[in-house]
């Protein structure tokens, strides 16, 4: 039996893992990538973000000490020096993720553009590669809205931002997404003015009110100024600053720096799918649950696929993809997957929150968690929906239909109610397990336990 030839387009996040798991699995795999291994995660997303955010909560934690009786009379900031911390944690982590490093575990890298030829071949680099079965992995790029004016600014997005030479006096954030939430409150903390403005009424729409509510208000008593339900009709050099002019509002927004984080855009352009036949809509390429597009032996995965675009999320598509394309049949479900946004508090969740009829809808504040208390951080909330089992209806408390939780460590207990979804256990398991004192885990337990018990 002849080994399948796998071509992986694109060395991100879902390139690398599909070049991995083809490799183990037994293919004869080729990763081909245009710039660098690595991806828009290690290079421009997830890590310098995550980095600089760690930054400025170092500032903030001596500033502003979570507990009195501290004080500190200056903190003193070095822009340049931390530019250059986030650079090496970039290196570090890309040395992991770099062509010497996948060719010695058997996989073939090949840099280049590449452009389909047919179905079962493509060109890169004025070469052509013939294959069985290609996967799709070109993630996606800041989408840039059409501002009046913008082309006039030398505007930064994610990608450019953990370049900057100079931490910015007065930052303007296009999108109050998660890119915009994390990087606003980091260069706030470290000392820029801000202002994030969006179209949208809230910020993070698919959160509870409540959530969403202490994460805004957190980040304005820290000083950044939202304004929400607004649209920059125009931007025009001012004297000595830019001005955003707000729909009709003749009193500008001032600022020295304009990061667009406004959405993302799929990036496959110039890979010849129109003429391949491969559908996409205005997300990204289609595929169904196995990761399959339109066309035979052709998968996608990842950001280009504009389905929950995550960097875990890209890694398990890539999975699926792989599994599917070797003829395991695999199918993507992504009901009990977390996503976490890294704010200071964290907000995180699992499911898709609702509050339907027949659902029961658990609260447990911040304030009732030991944990919580004793470090003074009572600044959050946690949220969980609960709905009947098959056959069983809610016996043992049902199961676990969503959760979202806000504040200290959401980002790392959400994960206990995915597990729960994932397994579909029961909800009175997480109540009956025991949990170690103090922890903010324990408060997943008390949580749950309300099904019970009562408040």
Not at 112 to 138: K, M
């Amino acid at each position: 039996m002849s080994t399948l030839r796998i071509a992986v387009i694109g060395g991100g996040a879902a390139g690398l893992s599909a070049a991995e798991t083809a490799q183990r699995m037994g293919a004869a795999t080729t990763l081909f990538e245009r710039q660098r291994l690595g991806g828009e995660c290690t290079w421009s997303g997830c890590v310098p973000s995550k980095a600089l955010l760690a930054a400025a909560k170092t500032v903030h934690s001596i500033r502003v000490p979570a507990v009195p009786g501290i004080t500190a009379d200056s903190v003193s900031i070095d822009f340049e020096m931390i530019v250059e911390h986030v650079q090496n944690v970039i290196r570090d982590i890309a040395r992991t993720e770099s062509a010497e490093e996948y060719r010695k575990r058997g996989i073939t890298v090949i840099e280049g553009e590449v452009h389909f030829a047919s179905s079962r071949s493509l060109e890169c680099g004025g070469e052509p590669y013939t294959f069985d079965r290609a996967i799709i992995c070109t993630g996606s790029a800041p989408a840039i809205p059409p501002v009046p004016g913008i082309e006039e600014v030398p505007y930064v997005t994610n990608e450019t931002v953990f370049g900057l030479k100079e931490l910015p006096e007065k930052l303007l954030i296009l999108g109050a997404g998660p890119i915009g939430l994390e990087l606003g409150q980091a260069f706030r903390r470290l000392g820029s003015e801000v202002h994030i403005v969006d179209i949208a009424s809230a910020i993070l729409p698919m959160v509870a009110p409540e959530i969403r509510s202490i994460l805004q208000s957190s980040l304005e008593e820290e000083g950044v100024a939202f304004h929400l339900s607004s649209k920059v009709s125009k931007i025009a050099k001012g004297d000595p600053y830019w001005l955003a002019f707000l729909g009709d509002d003749t009193d500008p927004v001032q600022f020295t720096h304009l990061l667009v984080a406004a959405g993302r855009s799929p990036r496959y352009g110039t890979l010849g799918l129109t003429e391949l036949g491969v559908a996409v809509n205005r997300k990204g390429i289609v595929v169904d649950e196995g990761m399959r597009t339109s066309v035979d032996g052709i998968y996608a995965a990842g950001d280009v696929t504009g389905v929950m675009p995550l960097t875990h999320v890209a890694a398990y598509q890539a999975r699926v993809a792989v599994a599917h394309a070797l003829g395991k049949h695999r199918k993507a479900t992504y009901s009990a997957i977390p996503w976490a946004i890294y704010t200071d508090p964290p907000v995180a969740g699992v499911g898709n929150y609702s509050e339907k009829e027949g659902e029961t809808v658990l609260r447990r504040s911040y304030e009732h968690i030991d944990r919580a208390i004793l470090e003074n951080r009572l600044q959050g909330i946690m949220l969980c929906g609960l709905r009947g089992k098959p056959v069983l209806g809610k016996a043992g408390g049902g199961e676990i239909a969503w959760a979202q939780v806000a504040g200290i460590q959401a980002d790392e207990v959400i994960h206990e109610f995915a597990m729960a979804m994932h397994t579909h256990a029961f909800a009175g398991r997480l109540a009956q397990a025991v949990h170690a004192y103090p922890t903010i885990a324990l408060g997943i337990q008390q949580l749950v336990a309300q099904a019970f018990l009562g408040e």
